[in-house]
T-cell receptor, first 112, second 116 residues
């Protein structure tokens, strides 16, 4: 299994509060991704990173920001959480943009 | 606009029989396709892939078929086992693209239940 951890694994928060999710990898892969999984939508890309301090938006980036200050860590921040951001969030890594992605165990976020 | 579609949200198959999961895509530029398997409370795990230069790829009990003219791929699992019960996602990318389509586009998933 690829060395990917996500923290926290579960979080309950209130609307309007900031939330930061962390993804940590031990594989030294260049690319890291944040997805959300929702019923009827599958996995949708939020943001991805192609190197330290290099990030780009995915298809559902509104309301989210990311940062990558070290190769091994990729942070996803909800500046002001909304109920529509209740979801399961997955981090993924890959050696290259067209290489197979490997996923972390997920973070279940509930915004009340 | 859903470029990758899995029209069957769920599928039930008897243990030992063949499971066939289907996936359709609309972007003719997609040239690489993958299947992921996901158990509850876990992340998706890579299962098998196929490049558009092939029409079949096999790995043990798992075979993926690609029909480019129909823009259709399928995953066959033979024989089906109880441990195959999971959600299966197909995904596609355009590996030649310089416009962002290199990234994976996922379908909505099919929940496979193997009946003992």
């Amino acid at each position: 299994d690829a060395g990917i951890t996500q923290s926290p694994r579960h979080k309950v928060t209130e609307t309007g509060t900031p939330v930061t999710l962390r993804c940590h990898q031990t594989e030294n892969h260049r690319y890291m991704y944040w997805y959300r999984q929702d019923p009827g939508h599958g996995l949708r890309l939020i943001h991805y990173s192609y190197g330290v301090k290099d990030t780009d938006k995915g298809e559902v980036s509104d309301g989210y920001s990311v940062s990558r200050s070290k190769t091994e860590d990729f942070l996803l921040t909800l500046e002001s959480a909304t109920s529509s951001q209740t979801s399961v969030y997955f981090c993924a890594i890959s050696r290259g943009l067209i290489e197979t992605q490997y996923f972390g165990p997920g973070t279940r976020l509930l915004v009340l | 606009d859903q470029q990758v579609k899995q029209n069957s949200p769920s599928l039930s198959v008897q243990e030992g029989r063949i499971s066939i999961l289907n996936c359709d895509y609309t972007n003719s530029m997609f040239d690489y396709f993958l299947w992921y398997k996901k158990y509850p409370a876990e992340g998706p795990t890579f299962l098998i892939s196929i490049s558009s230069i092939k029409d079949k790829n096999e790995d043990g009990r798992f075979t993926v078929f690609l029909n480019k003219s129909a823009k259709h791929l399928s995953l066959h699992i033979v024989p089906s086992q109880p441990g195959d019960s999971a959600v299966y996602f197909c995904a596609a990318s355009d590996r030649k693209s310089n416009f962002g389509n290199e990234k994976l586009t996922f379908g909505t998933g099919t929940r496979l239940t193997i009946i003992p």
